[in-house]
């Protein structure tokens, strides 16, 4: 008798292709090797201390009780500050801008707030891995369309093809992971074009925006007033600040689009952090820290690279993000992800297999590592990678 009391009721997943992901596989390892973990993107390092301090002070201020539901007034004021300086768009702070819990919710909030049952959503792939899993639970349709494999740029004639009258959003992720390619203007301009006689609408994540090497620009989807239009811009203070564990994010969109994401952001998490948004916003008046961030990273990679070159690793271009992908052919005949389970427990360094990022699995014999790390981090595995 007690034995039926106690019965769970069988669900039919809403997930069925969702198990344990890549990340977690490779940092459980990493950690029963002892080995250094390049594998998962986040810092081994601390953030800056005046952040802290300013969170700490909005805490001590007592500015702990539910801020309001898009964001603190100020951070919002100084989100919408920052991307007119940097990409000459304005949004209004009061509608166009809402501070998220994180960059993840950011995109699942967006897509639950457009895509409806039956709606196609285009995915360039490799891509990040809530992108798909997002859009299952919206009740869409998933459209993989790859980037040209090798190089990993767009490649506009298969994204043309797969747009239809059931397409109702395409999202783009630039600067790329797992790939480290950045879009260019041209690039930009094709999809602006592409994009124009068409209701289809554009998540743009751009997570990694403040870390493009070599001079190069970050081209926001802001900068283009035809995709801006049609947008939802995504981005992380986490990733910017190196507090990747605050899970604080922001959204820009045009007012009508805005008014829609806020909708289902209000029952999905209601609001964010109060401290966090505090300090953030008094952090936030002195630039420096962002526009210093291409030459902080670019060291790092470049440390990075050069101690690559002392192995058989055919090293792939790192245009942005804090990633850098390398070719294994010369290395191992092992598929990507036997070679990163054998690399991390025979070599003593974690990876990620680039088929990870990919609905089927795609093999092009490519790992990405992640160099946000301290310099003696970088070093340590740098050394242990020289055997190879």
Not at 215 to 222: K, L, N, W
């Amino acid at each position: 008798m007690s034995s039926n009391l106690a019965r769970t009721p069988i669900l039919q997943t809403k997930l069925p292709s969702v198990g344990t992901t890549i990340f977690t596989v490779m940092s459980a390892l990493a950690t029963e090797k002892g080995a250094v973990n390049l594998g998962q993107g986040f810092p081994d390092f601390d953030c800056d201390p005046r952040l802290v301090r300013a969170v700490t002070e909005a805490m001590t201020q007592g500015l702990n009780q539910y801020p309001p539901m898009p964001g603190v007034p100020t951070l919002r004021a100084a989100v919408a500050a920052k991307m007119e300086a940097m990409y000459g768009h304005s949004y209004d702070a009061a509608s166009e801008i809402t501070i998220t819990a994180g960059a993840t919710q950011a995109i699942i909030t967006a897509i639950l707030a457009v895509v409806r049952p039956g709606d196609e959503v285009i995915v360039l792939e490799p891509c990040y891995d809530s992108y798909v899993p997002n859009i299952e639970l919206a009740g869409g349709t998933v459209v993989r369309v790859p980037l040209t494999p090798g190089s990993f740029r767009p490649d506009f004639d298969k994204i043309s093809a797969a747009i239809n009258g059931k397409t109702r959003a395409l999202l783009i992720n630039s600067p790329h992971n797992p790939s480290a390619t950045i879009w260019s203007n041209q690039d930009m301009l094709k999809l602006q074009e592409l994009l124009a006689p068409t209701d289809v609408l554009l998540i743009s994540d751009e997570v990694y925006e403040h870390m493009v090497f070599d001079g190069q620009e970050h081209q926001s989807a802001a900068r283009f007033p035809g995709l801006a239009a049609r947008a939802f811009i995504v981005s992380s203070f986490g990733k910017t600040y190196h507090v990747t564990g605050w899970k604080v994010g922001y959204v820009a969109a045009p007012e009508p689009l805005m008014a829609e994401f806020r909708k289902v952001h209000q029952f999905n998490v209601f609001t964010v952090n109060t401290p966090v948004q505090h300090g953030l916003a008094a952090y936030m008046a002195d630039p420096q820290p962002h526009l210093q961030l291409p030459a902080f990273y670019q060291r790092k990679r470049d440390l990075f690279r050069q101690g690559l070159q002392r192995t058989k690793f055919k090293i792939l271009p790192s245009e942005g993000s804090y990633f850098q992908c390398v070719d294994i052919s010369e290395v191992s005949k092992l598929g990507e992800a036997e070679f990163c389970k054998w690399l991390t427990t025979e070599i003593g360094v974690a990876a990620i297999p680039l088929s990870a990022f990919y609905g089927n699995g795609f093999d092009q014999r490519v790992v990405r590592f992640c160099f946000g790390k301290k310099e003696e981090t970088l070093h340590a595995a740098l050394e242990r990678l020289a055997k190879l």
